[in-house]
């Protein structure tokens, strides 16, 4: 296992100020966990319904400490040849057909050497684990997986190693911060949650959204912000098929700047709406509850 | 006045955090012994004067489910109480409470009488609710319990009540004015009182909420706080009972219903969609081809069985389990969105397909009234009548349950005493692929009075299904 690394950041205080410098406003739950993510070396689960930040914290994180971003994403199918590594299938058929014609090649000679490194196809996993940068590794979407891939996971975040059997085992020469993302599209198992740090995300505070977008959308007067991010909450309190998430809430800021509307009226609103609601339902409601006709 | 002695003392760390992890387990969080271990190694790591510090590193290992929070909330601030006032003499009584800093709002001159503190504080609450400053509202909160909310003193100690607070201040008879504060002449009726009706709620619950956290620190502070833990701490979402869920319970309980929709609706689909991938396995394959000189004689592929899943959902909608049918149509909705191979059927005491009312891209609510309105599923009297039902459905729609078609029963199993119909239903059963009746009633209760659930469960797999906890296991193994 590798032996103590030293901590990228002094406090949580710092994490705030470095995450912010890297265009992300964390609030105070954000940091703590960061902080203690960095200092326990354990990865985070960061869980919530979409748009809440979970994968752009780790792309933050990253640049705040100036590491490579190492992504998998995850997807129903997804296994091991692409989450870890992979044999180059044809290079190794090329290689043995190319020995065939010279007689005097032994067969184990070509067998050692189409499990060689050169006919591994490194996977992101082993990618991050084989690194000796600082790298965030990201592994997004966890929920879309499917459950035996999570056993995979499993293996390699405890040890930070993995072994290939014609290879051996490679052991991580400096471990990677790493995040799990979820939508909690279905739970996932306790053995991954208990070996990760959880980190619920959930829309932020009308404070911090406003300044989200203030941050997001410069030119965006802060009166206007201030009346956007409280009609998004009053949409998100309708319980919509699809709440706007912050996305939602930066598209529409970033549509009422380019429209140069000053103030957020029913008219505004009227013709604005499928920025932030993307089912038809939705929209009815919306403009019914809101009286906008 | 006493000022207790901090709960955590030098030395008792260790004991103290036991005793928190020990409380959060009762309310029902499962926390295992490495993550108590992992807790134990936070108070190494964070800064211990940092109360928020302290609250979200605690959360990180000890939660797993974001619907733990609200009740994890309530329990750290028992065991982590905000420091208790320091004693002040009577006469300066007025300072502000708590985290200190508080002197920019609470420096109003206490006049004698209680109806004039009452009517000053309202005053108060008006002006902070208008600004929008919740750490203001919080300090007032505090004051608010501390002056007006206290009950007759008894020998156990003194008692805090929330609903004496809220009733010398009636922060709801502010809204009016309120709003006239908030909104321009011409601004009523529209969309801006809609969002400012909003806001205000919000900040009203805001200082809702910090009353009743006051009242609760005070409370433990006065008569311990195991005492108090049990009772303070609401059921969490996926714990409440389908059909006893009030009206307050409600929203939490949809949100923590509709992710499992969707994970339900995932699970099929995936299955669905892996059948007809059967990717090859390039690393066996070429494994397997070294027998054969390198060449790939045999391909070895990823297999799956192929299953198409066609479900069938007959759903009791009778007032018996008015809450329960609620959100078994919210999953039925939700599985519309992803299939075309569902049908929904619903009845009282007759039985209605409702698969038109769950179009994909229909609103749930909308789709709920829609039923009650036009679909046929009363024919007598509106209590429940299983066996006509069961029959109705099995006569009208015969087809409809085939070799592939998963059925799934969503009901009480109360026959008012009438003819269960259980041939019928163990017919239906033969003939799908799979049937599964999910009751919101717990276990012990079934067979009582007019239950049938009992014989039931005879010929069908009869699932206890009282909460979302349970909902989530069913849909685990299904
Ligand atoms: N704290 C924040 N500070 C600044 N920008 C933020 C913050 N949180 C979210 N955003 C912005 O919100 C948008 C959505 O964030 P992101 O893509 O990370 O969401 P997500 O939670 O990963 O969603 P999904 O579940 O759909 O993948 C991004 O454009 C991001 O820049
Ligand atoms: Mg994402």
């Keep these: ?293 | 006045m006493t000022s207790r002695v901090p709960a955590v003392e030098p030395g008792g760390l260790a004991g103290h955090l036991d005793g928190f992890v020990r409380a959060v387990r009762d309310a029902g969080v499962p926390v295992g012994i490495s993550q108590a271990v992992d807790a134990a190694e936070i108070l190494t790591v964070v800064d211990l004067l940092d109360r928020e510090q302290l609250r979200h590193g605690l959360a990180a290992v000890l939660l797993q489910r974001a619907a733990q929070r609200p009740t994890y909330d309530v329990l750290f601030d028992l065991w982590w109480p905000l420091s208790d006032r320091p004693p002040v003499p009577e006469d300066d009584r007025d300072e502000a409470p708590g985290d200190g800093g508080g002197e920019a709002d609470c420096t109003l001159d206490l006049p004698g009488s209680a109806e004039d503190l009452a009517e000053l504080m309202r005053a108060e609450l008006l002006r902070l609710l208008l600004d929008g400053d919740e750490e203001a509202l919080r300090r007032l909160a505090r004051a608010a319990v501390e002056r007006l909310g206290r009950g007759q003193p008894s020998p156990s100690g003194q008692s805090f009540f929330s609903y004496r607070v809220m009733r010398a201040l009636s922060p709801d008879t502010l809204v009016a004015r309120l709003l006239s504060g908030l909104l321009a002449e011409g601004d009523r009726g529209g969309l801006a009182e809609q969002v400012a009706r909003q806001t205000l709620r919000e900040r009203l619950a805001a200082f809702r909420a910090a009353v009743e956290a006051e009242v609760r620190r005070r409370t433990a502070a006065e008569k311990g706080r195991d005492k108090l833990a049990k009772s303070a701490v609401r059921p969490m979402a996926d714990q409440v009972d389908f059909l006893r869920a009030q009206a307050a319970d409600l929203a939490e309980l949809r949100r923590a219903v509709a992710p499992l929709a969707r994970r339900l609706a995932v699970r099929l689909s995936a299955r669905r969609r892996l059948a007809r991938e059967g990717r090859l396995d390039f690393r066996k394959t070429v494994r397997a081809s070294l027998g054969t000189g390198g060449v790939p004689v045999v391909t070895h592929h990823r297999s799956r069985t192929v299953h198409k899943p066609e479900l069938v959902v007959l759903c009791d909608v009778s007032g018996s389990v008015a809450g329960f049918s609620h959100f078994t149509l919210m999953l039925t909705q939700a599985l519309r969105e992803h299939f075309t191979g569902v049908r929904a059927f619903a009845f009282v005491d007759s039985t209605d397909e409702v698969t038109r009312f769950f179009r994909p891209g229909a609103d749930v609510v909308d789709a709920v009234q829609r039923i009650g309105r036009e679909a046929d599923v009363v024919a007598f009297d509106g209590h429940s009548d299983y066996g006509n039902a069961f029959e109705v459905f099995a006569d009208r729609w015969a087809t409809a349950v085939g070799p592939r078609t998963s059925l799934l029963v969503l009901g009480d199993g109360r026959t008012n005493y009438r003819p269960p119909g259980l041939p019928v239903l163990a017919d239906l059963v033969r003939r799908s692929r799979s049937a599964h009746w999910l009751n919101p009633e717990p276990q012990r209760m079934w067979g009582s009075g007019d239950s049938a659930a009992d014989r039931y469960g005879e010929v069908i797999d009869m699932v206890e299904c009282r909460n979302a906890t349970q909902l989530a296991e069913f849909v685990t193994t299904l």
């Design chain 1, 1 to 293: 296992m590798p032996g103590p690394q030293s901590p990228q950041f002094s406090s949580v205080a710092d994490v705030a100020e470095r995450l912010a410098a890297a265009g992300y406003l964390p609030d105070a739950q954000i940091s703590t966990t960061v902080f203690l993510a960095d200092r326990l070396g354990k990865p985070v689960l960061v869980e919530g319904p979409a748009g809440t930040g979970k994968t752009e914290l780790a792309k933050a994180l990253a640049t705040a400490t100036g590491s490579e971003l190492i992504r998998l994403q995850c997807y129903e199918g997804l296994d091991e040849a692409r989450a870890l590594y992979e044999w180059n299938y044809k290079k190794q058929l090329l290689r043995i057909q190319a020995s065939q014609g010279t007689d005097g090649a032994d067969w184990d000679t070509v067998h050692d050497d189409i499990f060689g490194e050169e006919f591994l196809l490194s996977r992101p996993l082993l990618t991050a684990i084989r690194r000796t940068e600082p790298t965030v590794l990201l592994i997004d979407e966890t929920d879309k997986a499917d459950v035996e891939v999570e056993a995979l996971l499993l293996e390699v975040l405890s040890d930070f190693q993995v072994t290939i059997p014609e290879l051996g085992t490679i052991t991580a020469v400096r471990r990677p911060m790493v995040v799990l993302t979820s939508n909690a599209t279905r739970e996932l198992s306790e053995a991954l949650k208990r070996r990760c740090l959880y980190l619920a995300l959930d829309y932020p505070s009308a404070e911090r959204e406003r300044e989200i977008v203030l941050s997001r959308v410069p030119g965006l007067a802060p009166g206007l912000a201030d009346q956007l991010v409280r009609t998004v909450r009053a949409l998100r309190a309708l319980e919509l098929k699809k709440s706007p998430s912050i996305s939602e809430t930066l598209d529409w800021a970033q549509t009422l700047l380019e429209l140069g509307l000053d103030t957020l009226d029913e008219s505004a609103m009227r013709s604005t709406l499928g920025v932030i609601l993307k089912h038809a339902s939705d929209q009815t409601r919306a403009a019914a509850e809101l009286r906008l006709n």
